[in-house]
Every structure is written in structure tokens, then in C-alpha cells.
């Protein structure tokens, strides 16, 4: 976390201390939102931010679940192959450096 965050996180506590009037807070969905007492007790107490904050609007994805699942997976794969193959590099490297037989 930067110091630029840790900052904002503070303004925005220091400005809801103040109250909504005073000194500018105001809720910012998927970073900020003050509950009241009643709506945390209809969530029985739950405090998971998500319950109260929210995400950010999200784009509309074009692409057709079957075809980005098809994507990715393809795409995981060749990296998982990718793995194999630098791991076996390394293990290579490795046992000339006289560091072998760790399986």
C-alpha cells in the first residue's frame, strides 16, 4: 500500500468522523459507504464490506462464457506447459551447479 492510500483511507475516515456535512464525505461505491446501525442489523451483524460497499460498475463483456472458459483454459494450459518445461531447465541447471537430488 502506498503512502497516497494510507492517506486517502485516512481523509476519508477523519472526513466521515466529522459527519456528511462538515467536511465533504460522501459515499464512493466500491470504496467507501456509510451504514446505519439499522441496515447492519438487518445483514444480523455481518460487517463484510461487499454487503455495504459495493463494486465498481463493471463493463459489459461481449464475449460468450463458452468461448472465453475456452480461451482461458487454452491459455492456462500453454502456461502450465510453460512451467513444466522452465522447471525442468532449472532442475537441469541445478544439478550441474552440483545441487541435485531434491527429487
Keep these: 500500500m502506498t503512502s497516497g492510500e494510507i492517506s486517502r483511507i485516512a481523509n476519508t475516515h477523519h472526513s466521515w468522523q466529522k459527519g456528511k456535512d462538515v467536511d465533504g464525505y460522501e459515499n464512493i461505491p466500491s470504496y467507501c459507504r456509510s451504514a446505519s446501525l439499522e441496515e447492519v442489523r438487518k445483514h444480523g451483524y455481518v460487517l463484510t464490506p461487499g454487503r455495504y460497499v459495493g463494486l465498481e460498475p463493471q463493463e459489459e463483456d461481449a464475449e460468450l462464457f463458452e468461448d472465453k472458459i475456452e480461451r482461458?483454459?487454452?491459455?492456462?494450459?500453454?502456461?502450465?506447459?510453460?512451467g513444466t518445461r522452465l522447471n525442468v531447465a532449472i532442475n537441469g541447471n541445478l544439478e550441474s551447479l552440483g545441487f541435485g537430488g531434491w527429487g
Design 72 to 82: 482461458l483454459v487454452f491459455k492456462f494450459r500453454k502456461q502450465q506447459a510453460e
